[in-house]
């Protein structure tokens, strides 16, 4: 059974910086992109980054090029999201989720999502 | 960048009716299109991947067309369970948006 575990989330003052983690299981994770998608409260869904399994392409939504880094250590079957320079527009429940193939950025599963707040 | 587009945003149906959503991408994104069915504080699943390829599990009634810059998702008699917001998504090149959602709900 696939499962997705984020972690990392809380309250963090603008300007600041988190790192958010999604540990797998129930699936070679290395053969698999993964993703980061979140969603503000009460708003629509936004795609804001994308690795390969192989760690070899990154990919980022304008709205986080910069400031967001993905990582992945398929030796600990772990996805990682290093968010740094934090805004209030940031907030959202932030949910990783698992590509149906190596490079693909369709997710066929999906965390239950780490909450971000980033508030004074 | 390309950007993704739904209509309507909302919708209001009746048990049993034929329900049909519209996505529309700026370019063409060939058939690297993806729906998605959020119910009300749930977390998203995906029910169409390649435009037209139903996930397993999905029940048959969810059905997805188009090519290119044209899609649709169609639910041909709409059910209590579907009460949802539902999302498009392109997942061709290296920018994987989202639609903005179209939300579901019965009369």
């Known amino acids: 059974e696939v499962q997705l575990l984020e972690s990392g989330g809380g309250l963090v003052q603008p300007g600041g910086s988190l790192r958010l983690s999604c540990a797998a299981s129930?699936?070679?994770?290395?053969?698999?992109?993964m993703s980061w998608v979140r969603q503000a409260p009460g708003k629509g869904l936004e795609w804001v980054s994308a690795?390969?399994?192989?760690?070899?392409?990154?990919y980022y939504a304008d709205s986080v090029k910069g400031r967001f880094t993905v990582s992945r250590d398929n030796s600990k079957n772990t996805l990682y999201l290093q968010m740094s320079s934090l805004r209030a527009e940031d907030t959202a429940v932030y949910y990783c989720?698992?590509?149906?193939?190596?490079?693909?950025?369709?997710?066929?599963?999906w965390g239950q999502g780490t909450l971000v707040t980033v508030s004074s | 960048d390309i950007q993704m587009t739904q209509s309507p945003s909302s919708l209001s149906a009746s048990v049993g009716d034929r329900v049909t959503i519209t996505c529309r991408a700026s370019q063409g994104i060939s058939n690297y299109l993806a729906w998605y069915q959020q119910k009300p504080g749930k977390v998203p699943k995906l029910l169409i991947y390649?435009?037209?390829t139903l996930q397993s599990g999905v029940p048959s009634r969810f059905s997805g067309s188009g090519s290119g810059t044209d899609f649709t998702l169609t639910i041909s008699s709409l059910q209590p369970e579907d009460v949802a917001t539902y999302y498009c998504q392109k997942y061709n090149s290296d920018l994987f948006t989202f639609g903005p959602g179209t939300k579901v709900d019965i009369k």
């Open positions: 989720a698992k590509g149906r193939g190596e490079t693909s950025g369709c997710s066929n599963y």
């Open positions: 129930g699936f070679i994770f290395s053969s698999y992109a």
């Open positions: 690795i390969s399994g192989s760690a070899a392409s990154a």
């Open positions: 390649a435009a037209s």
